[in-house]
């Protein structure tokens, strides 16, 4: 009798509360996975939530499409750019053009200078042979006898005679003037007197 008092109210006592004690260990256990697993369901709740609203503020980039206003903004920038481009080219082809158009009128200019230089050679030596041809010719009148020279100098035009006589030596002219009709001599007379009329005396 007494053994099974013991035996009662001994050992079963402690494996209750022993057995309680594991029952509170795995009620823990329980407990805690549920609020770990209540914690990722809410994290997973929280990102469903807050993922719609990030999407509708980004913009949608699965197609890469511009709005209307800016694609007609672009289009408008590449017409300019088209436009410019082609003024460019314009430009530099009329650079290009005035650039050969400047060569060439350097060109013509210089064949133009040489032309010029020519001409005055040609000249001063047309000149030049004018005037030894003129001097021949007079002194030739001078050595010619008054007598001789005269009949000449009176079919000459006098402005022409005047001119030969202007050149002369004095002696020689006077000795031809002499010899001429009184007419021609006054006429040829006059143009030697006029010839120097503009002359300024101071």
Same mark, same amino acid.
């Given at each position: 009798m007494s053994f099974w008092r013991w035996s009662s109210s001994g050992p079963a006592p402690r494996r209750r509360r022993a057995a309680r004690g594991v029952l509170w260990l795995v009620a823990l256990m329980f407990a805690l996975s549920g609020l770990l697993r209540l914690g $990722?369901?809410? $994290?997973r709740a929280i990102a469903a939530g807050l993922a719609p609203q990030d999407e509708a503020a980004l913009p949608e980039t699965d197609a890469c499409e511009? +709005?209307?206003d800016i694609a007609e903004v672009l289009a408008l920038l590449k017409t300019r750019e088209a436009a410019l481009r082609e003024r460019e080219a314009a430009v530099a082809? *009329?650079?290009q053009a005035l650039a050969v158009a400047e060569a060439q009128i350097e060109t013509n200019l210089a064949a133009l200078v040489a032309a010029e230089d020519a001409l005055e050679a040609t000249i001063a030596l047309a000149s030049t042979a004018a005037e030894d041809d003129l001097s *021949?010719?007079?002194s030739v009148y001078e050595n010619m006898k008054a007598k001789e020279a005269a009949p000449l100098f009176a079919a000459m035009d006098p402005q022409f005679a005047a001119g030969f006589l $202007? *050149?002369? *030596? +004095?002696?020689?002219a006077a000795a031809i003037m002499a010899k001429l009709d009184p007419a021609a001599a006054y006429s040829i007379s006059v143009l030697l007197a006029g010839r120097n009329a503009a002359v +300024?005396?101071?």
């Open positions: $990722g369901e809410t $994290g511009s +709005p209307a082809d *009329r650079m *021949r010719l007079t $202007g *050149r002369m *030596r +004095p002696d020689a +300024p005396t101071e």
